[in-house]
Nanobody, 121 residues
Framework: QVQLVESGGGLVQAGGSLTLTCAAS????????VGWHRQAPGKQRELVAT???????NYANSAKVRFTISRDNANNMVYLRMNMLKPEDTAVYYC???????????????WGQGTQVTVSS
């Protein structure tokens, strides 16, 4: 079974930085595109950034320049480095991954439980 575990959230002052980590596990699966999404109170979940297995990245306009997504394929880890954080970045951040069943070719999509990021002004 696939499991995504996020960590690295917390409370930070505006202008500060955090690095979120998504640890993916699942015997018999290969992780393709992995993304970070966030959901603020009273708002819909939104895409922050994605990264393909080959390292191609895509960012929401709000994340360009300030955030960097990266991954370590050997260890099934995906990171989100967030700099110059703003109060409006406050949200629960979720890891999302496409997992390909090795041998069967079926693609599944999974979500983690989320990690809270709070940016104080």
């Amino acid at each position: 079974q696939v499991q995504l575990v996020e960590s690295g959230g917390g409370l930070v002052q505006a202008g500060g930085s955090l690095t979120l980590t998504c640890a993916a596990s699942g015997s018999g699966f290969a992780f393709n595109t992995v993304g970070w999404h966030r959901q603020a109170p009273g708002k819909q979940r939104e895409l922050v950034a994605t990264i393909t297995r080959r390292g191609s990245t895509n960012y929401a306009n709000s994340a360009k320049v300030r955030f960097t997504i990266s991954r370590d394929n050997a260890n099934n880890m995906v990171y989100l480095r967030m700099n110059m954080l703003k109060p409006e970045d406050t949200a629960v951040y979720y890891c999302n991954a496409d997992a390909l069943a090795v041998g069967g070719g079926t693609l599944y999509n999974y979500w983690g439980q989320g990690t809270q990021v709070t940016v104080s002004s």
